[in-house]
């Protein structure tokens, strides 16, 4: 069992920047591919960023490309994501997300999820 705790959110400028976290506890963080996604009002969930176990390898969905940055740190059993040049459109609520498997894509499937914490960017 893994549980994940994110952090970080808040209220930006458009052109601002902010970090989330997600702490993970239980099983060995390194063991799993871990994703982040998103979920604005009315809108389904979409992916956002996965890194690899080892953090040797990182993805993004187009739009988030170039301004935002995923990392993990195995040592703490945290991953981050840095997101800089925050549009309006980016506002909503942020999973991290964690999978057992190799990242494959859209047909990941992510085992454990954490309870989101909340990103608003006023224009």
């Known amino acids: 069992q893994v549980q994940l705790v994110e952090s970080g959110g808040g209220l930006v400028q458009a052109g601002g920047s902010l970090r989330l976290s997600c702490a993970a506890s239980?099983?060995?963080?390194?063991?799993?591919?871990m994703g982040w996604f998103r979920q604005a009002p009315g809108k389904e969930r979409e992916f956002v960023a996965a890194?690899?176990?080892?953090?040797?390898?990182?993805y993004y969905a187009d739009s988030m490309k170039g301004r935002f940055t995923i990392s993990r740190d195995n040592a703490k059993n945290t991953r981050y994501l840095q997101m800089n040049s925050l549009k309006p459109e980016d506002t909503a609520v942020y999973y991290c997300?964690?999978?057992?498997?190799?990242?494959?894509?859209?047909?990941?499937?992510?085992?454990?999820w954490g309870q989101g914490t909340q990103v608003t960017v006023s224009s």
């Open positions: 997300a964690a999978s057992r498997i190799n990242y494959r894509g859209s047909t990941t499937p992510y085992d454990y």
């Open positions: 239980g099983r060995t963080f390194s063991s799993y591919t």
């Open positions: 890194i690899s176990r080892s953090g040797g390898n990182t």
